[in-house]
């Protein structure tokens, strides 16, 4: 009862917008929410029509959402600086149907890409994203009048929202959808007082809710995938699935299927005023069903051949029926099934949806075709938008227009993304061979080739855009050098040295080289002597790492400004390649250094210059962000980075002046921003959720005012404008100088962390000068860079030698580049950021301890995993970081608190063997 409540709502016509409940109003909502109310209020009985109206401010707003900023600002109340927001969206879901939002002559279609809802004004060339949803958007529908849209997603906590399409409002979102599961199809019915759901639940049974009325549809076979109300009769609707139809009337359903090989069923269509049923199928037949009657339902009366081609779409507008097949023909029928028109010279591909404009057709002219089959009459219709599985849409404008292509995007997934180094210029590329070039302002396509059976796996334009290359690398191991504005490649400047896919691509900054990997390969452009041509020639190949590389990036020498090679892979090795010495297909590695020792590096940038020394800055899985010295590779500072889900997978310095930089950066799903320089503090960063299914790529524009992000999978590319004031803001709440560290220590300042580091700091100072001396005490405030490591064990964090040696590396240089001196002593501040940088940053998880298990013991039989005794004595002796035999014993005996004989042994205090625990679940074992 409850759902039905907030799924019925009262149409405009009767009762003003939408329902009381008033429940979820979003942003603008507010004001929608007051005109409500105060309509509700006076609501005379029967006040014509029109008047009543007028007291919704939504119903009467008169600005539309894509006019001019400033007057959407107007209608607006609340206008909210968000540090990103999408403000573009390349890429459509060509699985989802696109509908025809057109109002007299601005051509408007609503589709979906990704996780939001794209309303096109193609008169403008202007978008309005309907956003709100947290996972791809699986059905969207649109009311007759074209004045409600709904939208549902199929993310981890679906949501079902219906808009408002005059000024893009979420006016309604139903956060537990009223189905099982997710919804996969929506409906208006006729008059908009309904709205029809479909869930696909957990075990793929299908639900219904009509009318207050949750179906079941257990017995259907496979999923029902669609679903219509009777436009004569809103209490009827049908679902159908590729092998069933099934009615509901009121509170009855009636499920039928249609036992003769017909092919497998499409969509279906109520006609002659809801008397009559049709559904199409892949046979290019329609199924006829009758009238029906209450206690029976309906029943399949005929099979009419109509076509050949398998039909998929089955719509009607007017009189006519219209069908899309196959072949991406447009046929109109009469009510007789005569062809009366179509169209079959737009060289379309299948058609997945067709959507005519709410405009009756113009006058009856001779610019309109003849009919078919009655001569001399013109054959009159509205006009419409077709979509094609291949992601095209098309308008077809009555009478005499030809198709008008309206979008021509990438229909497989989409990974390569590239700006332009100096203009507002964006390259894409998809695994359907598409490149396209275009203006992101402008958004026209400058210019685009097909590739007919190469996937494009990644992209760069050349930095110096002297010579306007774009570099292309395929799937298939193939490079292309291409110039930039015709997309031509001349046959010298196309390799193909790999079989294996090419994931990173890069040119040099003086554009002289271009490297790509997996097999790291370095090309130079070379010059002839005596002549002006050139050409791109290999320097060499080399296959540097054994695990998957993650960045190869192109840097500078200090003292000259000569290119350097880098690559960091997953094996935590950071390569440098030997550009001058690289001769006949041999490229020398100058140094191959391990980065990490337990981290997985993720990707690294260079680092601005913030400061006198040079860094490289490198991402791990662990959260942690370094800072090596640019020469010497030294890991010169730790800190703790954007705490996310998942860790940094890329990331960009964007562009700035030389005191405020910014870091971008993506996770697996979210895109983000850092305040540079990096010091730790969590409040620096911000993060919003950018492609729900994953993001595969991240470029800024070359004056730092946008960044791209490619979702992969999802196809579409967004643009999203930044704001870094907003982040600022944002910082300033998290509060200023220690404050956010000490935030981030258990129990905050004052707690009981908080007050035991501090305690544990001044015994240092203590023991440092001697527990037991009678001397004075010489009051500090700090303590030698010696005693850190106790310090970090006393609060519980061990770590290792290595990353002890960081940490005094990190303290003891922190000045060197200025002054020449080394620090050797640290007070409580640069300790707790020292801890809190260093430290791991979401503890040691169960989970850590039982993979360690895992990987050092055996099973025991009893379904856990074990380490005896001795084989464990013996790994802490030596593997890694080994420990002396005093040593262990003199942890041992602190540990247990108990003497230890003198030989290692450890009787007494381990078990002869240690296992995990059996389930996880076992908490508190
Ligand atoms: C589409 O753009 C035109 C031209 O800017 C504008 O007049 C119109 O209001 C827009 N239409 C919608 C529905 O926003
Ligand atoms: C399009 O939407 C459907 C339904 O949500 C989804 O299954 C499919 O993966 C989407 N396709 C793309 C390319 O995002
Ligand atoms: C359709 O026919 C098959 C056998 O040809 C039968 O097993 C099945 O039950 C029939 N289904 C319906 C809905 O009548
Ligand atoms: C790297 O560190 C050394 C000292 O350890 C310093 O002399 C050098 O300038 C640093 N390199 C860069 C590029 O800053």
Known sequence: EKVLRTMSYRGPKEHGPLASEGRDYNDGGRDYDEGLRSREEEEPVDEPEKDKAKTSKVYTAADTLLATEESSMGTHALVIDYTFSPDWSFGINYTLPVFNLQDRDQLVILYAGAHVGVIYNHTSTSQHLLQGHGGPISCLCMSEDRRWLGTADNGREPLLII????????????????????????????????????????????????????????????????????????????????????????????????????????????????????????????????????????????????????????????????????????????????????????????????????????????????????????????????????????????????????????????????????????????????????????????????????????????????????????????????????????????????????????????SMYLATAVTVTVFHLHSSPGSTTQQWQLVGRHISHYKPIRELLFGVHLDSTRPRLLSLAMDRRLVEYDLDSSMEQQLLVLSAERVEQSAVPQCMTWYPPLSTERFLLTASDQHKMKLLNSTTNMCRKTLLGPTYESPVQKMVVLPGSSYTYYLAFITKDKVGLQILPLDGNPYSSLAVVCHPGGVSQLVCSFDGRFVFTSGGADGTVLRWRINPHALQATAALGGSHLDPFYALLEGGRGGTLCREMEDLFYYCQLRHQGIDSMAPRQVSTSIPLTEVPFLMRALGFFPSEQELEDMQNEVKFSKYAETGKYVKEVDLAEFLRLYINHRPAFGISRKELAESFRVLGFWDGSGRMAIPRDQLLELLQARGEHMREDEVVECLTVLSGEHMREEVEGEGILPATGASEKHAANEGK
């Open 163 to 510: 808009w408002d399409s005059y000024t893009g409002i979420p006016v309604h979102t139903l956060f537990n959808g009223p189905t099982e599961g997710s919804v996969i199809a929506l409906a208006f019915s006729k008059d908009a007082k309904y709205l029809a759901t479909l869930g696909g639940g957990e075990q793929q049974v299908g639900q219904a809710l009509i009318n207050n009325m949750l179906h079941d549809i257990k017995e259907a076979l496979s999923l029902p995938i669609y679903i219509i109300f009777n436009p004569g009769d809103s209490t009827e609707l049908l679902s159908n699935s590729d092998s069933q139809v099934l009615f509901y009337k009121a509170v009855s359903a009636h499920f039928k299927g249609f036992n003769q090989s017909v092919g497998s069923l499409g969509q279906s269509l109520f006609h002659w005023r809801g008397q009559q049923a049709l559904t199409a199928t892949s046979a290019g037949n329609l199924v006829l069903w009758d009238e029906g009657d209450e206690a029976a339902g309906r029943n399949a009366i005929k099979l009419l051949p109509l076509q050949r081609e398998a039909i998929t779409v089955l719509t009607s507008t007017d009189r006519w029926i219209v069908t899309g097949d196959v072949l991406g023909h447009i046929k109109f029928y009469d009510e007789n099934f005569r062809l009366m028109s179509w169209y079959s010279d737009f060289s379309l591909d299948a058609i997945a949806s067709i959507s005519f404009s709410k405009d009756a057709a113009p006058e009856p002219s001779q610019d309109y075709p003849e009919s078919c089959i009655l001569a001399d009459q013109p054959f009159v219709s509205r006009s419409f938008v077709v979509s094609t599985v291949r992601a095209t849409v098309v308008h077809v404008k009555t009478p005499g227009g030809g198709p008008q292509t309206l979008l021509r995007e990438h229909c497989a997934p989409l990974h390569a993304v590239a700006c332009h180094p100096r203009r507002p210029i964006l390259a894409m590329g998809s695994h359907s061979g598409i490149l396209k070039v275009c203006d992101y302002n402008t958004k026209l396509t400058l210019a685009s080739r097909v590739y007919e059976s190469e996937r494009i796996q990644c992209l760069i334009f050349d930095p110096q855009g002297a010579w306007f290359y774009v570099a292309v690398g395929f799937a298939s191991g193939a490079v292309h050098i291409l110039d930039a504005s015709s997309l031509h490649s001349d046959a010298e400047d196309c390799f193909h040295f790999s079989d294996n896919s090419i994931t990173h691509i890069t040119f040099s900054l003086d």
